[in-house]
């Protein structure tokens, strides 16, 4: 079928890398890479040190020409967004250099600065956005690279190595942020090392191993988006206002003093963990498909 559309012109692929080699002093680091990436796809590229991921991205990115092969865009164009291995502390707060760069991509300043407004929030960056960030740690530069990837909702997000430097409050959120982009059609290549991010979020895992795809799985995703039902005892307001403000909690609906929350299954770790951390109780744990039968298991590990 995509052959098909391919041989009519109407290609389904956002970026395509035919046959492509790169090389570096003389030695092959990609051989013969043929990859293309489709809309709202995630991707996830594993493999050891130095195996050629980083290189991968930048191919895909257009910031490396292939030594030979092609990279083609069907559509013409594409909105990049990109997040280096590495991200340089520079001498501009992070509202500077963000609402600079929504400038440059020629995104309407009003509505870039509403939402890197949210993003700022949801990355729990808001606290430093006027601070320079030649004094930010690691983390904190990660999250200023991610929030400038994703703001203007770009065609294809590329990530290299997202999660790395995030402690694991900011894991979670950043994991929500991806799949709120993917839903709404955003492709996404990623190198990563972390199962978690990878059983979330891809559709695809391609094994790079010393320049080479060696292996594609699909389907290592669980369902996403189902929406289970907590019932819980949620003590004070503050509880209950940090709860209703993660994504994925869609509705909290008092029952005298026990609340039902809608939440999606993504979320719900989460969500267990704020209510027995407040000294709330949960009572039942209703997924779409009926009586969650890991709810021991899943108290137990919010309460670790
Ligand atoms: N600019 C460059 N000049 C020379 N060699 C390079 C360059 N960039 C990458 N390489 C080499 O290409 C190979 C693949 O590197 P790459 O950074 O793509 O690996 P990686 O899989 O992303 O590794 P890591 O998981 O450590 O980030 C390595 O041997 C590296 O030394």
């Known amino acids: 079928m995509a052959d098909k559309r391919e ?12 046959d492509t080699v790169k090389t570096y002093n003389g030695r092959n680091v990609l051989h013969n890479i043929s990859l293309k990436v489709r809309q709202g796809e995630c991707i996830a590229l594993i493999g050891k040190n130095g195996s050629g991921k980083s290189t991968l991205l930048r191919l895909l990115a257009g910031l ?31 509202w500077e250099f963000l609402s600079s760069a929504a400038a440059v991509r020629g995104l309407d300043k009003r509505a870039a600065e509403e939402e890197l407004s949210v993003l700022l929030r949801q990355l729990d960056m808001e606290h430093a956005m006027h601070v320079k960030m030649n004094q930010f740690s690691k983390g904190m530069l990660q999250k200023i690279s991610l929030i400038q990837a994703i703001a203007g909702k ?8 997202p999660l790395s430097g995030l402690d694991v409050k900011a ?12 839903r709404s059609g955003t492709a996404i290549v990623m190198s990563v090392h972390e199962s978690k991010l990878i059983e ?3 559709d695809r895992v391609l094994l790079i191993q010393e320049g080479r795809i060696v292996k594609e799985t699909r389907e290592v995703r669980r369902q996403p988006g189902a929406v289970a039902q907590v019932s819980a005892r949620i003590p004070g307001n503050d509880a209950l206002a940090e709860i209703a403000a993660l994504p ?30 407040r000294g709330g109780s949960v009572l ?21």
């Open 7 to 18: 041989a009519e012109g109407r290609d389904d692929g956002l970026v395509i890398l035919r």
């Open 64 to 94: 490396s020409r292939p030594t030979s092969g092609t990279r083609t865009v069907p559509g013409g164009s594409l909105r990049i967004g990109y997040v280096p291995e590495r991200f340089p502390p520079i001498v501009f707060t992070p």
């Open 154 to 161: 770009p065609d294809l997000l590329l990530l290299d190595e």
């Open 171 to 182: 894991q979670e959120n950043l994991l929500h942020v991806l799949l709120a982009q993917k």
């Open 200 to 202: 979330r979020a891809a």
């Open 248 to 277: 994925g909690v869609a509705n909290c609906t008092p029952d005298s003093d026990v609340y039902l929350l809608q939440v999606e299954e993504d979320s719900i770790d989460q969500v267990l963990r704020i209510i027995l951390d």
């Open 284 to 304: 039942a744990v209703i997924p779409a498909e009926g009586i969650d039968a890991r709810m021991g298991e899943r108290l137990q590990a919010a309460a670790r």
